[in-house]
């Protein structure tokens, strides 16, 4: 048996791409760092340009199993509560599909593993990648003191990515902070406002920040994550907070009612630093390649980290089906196919980002704008990512 393709990193991008190489007949190893592969709780969004080709993959029972489908997405104003515009999501998956879906993480991750695995891919845990050397038939990977044979390597290895550090692509590749701070809670559904408690999306927006939240696991538990411009966070610095002290932190008295109950039923919100890494136009060298947020870390405005991850692997998996092409060549396939997009999508999320902060006098007329548009023109606006 030859060589293996290895795919570092385990997560929702590292699975799927493991997925896709195993349906185009290679052998593909997983390694994943972490003692066991499985996630911390939090809340994902998979919209229908990354459900479609999931269901190509044949995990429609899968997902139906674990996600849940919001009827509707509304954007509000942080301040009063006000909805702006909302979104019907119950027909998106006649119109481009497949629906949009949330998920616990786990579970997501959890389903592309038995996937993976059902396709007789291989995985090891505890497996750090050290490093790497090229050669002209293949790599090898130095994973502690073992040496590992390789066809090719994926790295799939998320921001801080050692494959990336490693191919040295661009002059300044280091992570950096972005000004932005996500923190994030799970709650059970019953300690949520009862106004807020249906199947549907929620996105507030305020002056230098905003919250978003959803139902998951059947509408048992809520899943919600504020994001705060640095500037715009009054409190201490800490890695965890309750809902009192983020609501405090966020500037109490600007928020709805409903709102800062929602954010003081959190129990622990935890946080997460946003960081960024430079586009580059060139994701690998010879038999190496990266994917997702390897090769295009995004903020989270557009909620399509996940989902391109998703659309690399499809991309990946489609350069490797023709079974005539070599390592090299399908590789740069894979890279033409998804720069173009992957960076129009980087910063169409960071632009969202600026829009979803404003503080007045540019709030106003961004709410007038959105309310003009209703949730279908906002839809419609978005349809070429969905597409």
Not at 203 to 231: F, M
Not at 269 to 295: C, K, Q, S
């Amino acid at each position: 048996m030859g060589a293996p393709f290895v795919v570092v990193g385990a997560g929702i991008g590292g699975l799927a791409a493991a997925i896709a190489l195993a349906r185009a007949g290679r052998r593909t190893l997983v390694l994943e760092r972490a003692e066991r592969i499985e996630e911390v709780g939090a809340g994902l969004q998979i919209s229908p340009n990354a459900g479609r080709i999931l269901h190509e993959f044949g995990m429609r029972p899968a997902l139906d199993a674990v996600a849940l489908e919001p009827r509707a997405l509304n954007i509000r104003r942080a301040a009063d509560g006000a909805v702006l515009a909302r979104l019907p999501l119950a027909e998106a998956r006649n119109r481009w599909g497949a629906p949009f879906r949330v998920f616990h993480r786990a579970d997501l991750q959890k389903a592309l593993l038995d996937e993976a695995r059902r396709l007789g891919v291989e995985t090891r845990t505890a497996a750090r990648c050290d490093g790497f050397t090229e050669a002209p038939d293949g790599i090898r990977l130095a994973i502690g003191e073992e040496r590992l044979e390789a066809e090719a390597l994926i790295g799939a290895d998320g921001l801080r990515s050692t494959i990336r550090d490693a191919l040295d692509l661009v002059a300044g590749d280091a992570p950096r902070p972005v000004g932005l701070t996500a923190w994030r809670t799970l709650m059970p559904i019953d300690s949520a406002p009862s106004a807020l408690r249906e199947r549907e999306t929620h996105i507030w927006l305020g002056p230098g920040g905003h919250v978003v939240h959803y139902p998951l696991r059947d509408a048992s538990i809520v899943s919600a994550v504020a994001i705060l411009e640095d500037r715009a966070d009054r409190g201490p610095a800490a890695e965890t907070r309750t809902g009192e002290e983020l609501a405090r932190a966020m500037g109490f008295a600007r928020w709805s009612p409903d709102l800062r109950a929602l954010l003081e039923a959190g129990a622990t919100w935890r946080r997460w630093p946003l960081y960024a890494r430079p586009e580059i136009t060139r994701w690998g060298r010879g038999r190496v390649a990266l994917l997702g947020d390897a090769a295009h870390p995004m903020v989270p405005f557009l909620a399509q980290g996940a989902a391109q991850a998703i659309e690399d692997a499809a991309a990946l998996g489609r350069a490797f089906a023709d079974g005539g092409a070599t390592i090299e060549s399908a590789l740069a396939a894979y890279q033409s196919a998804r720069v173009e997009r992957a960076i129009r999508i980087q910063r169409a999320s960071r632009r969202q980002g600026v829009n979803c902060h404003f503080a007045e006098p540019m709030a106003t007329l961004r709410d007038i704008g959105v309310r003009l548009m209703g949730g279908e023109g906002v839809l419609s606006r978005n349809a070429w990512i969905y597409r």
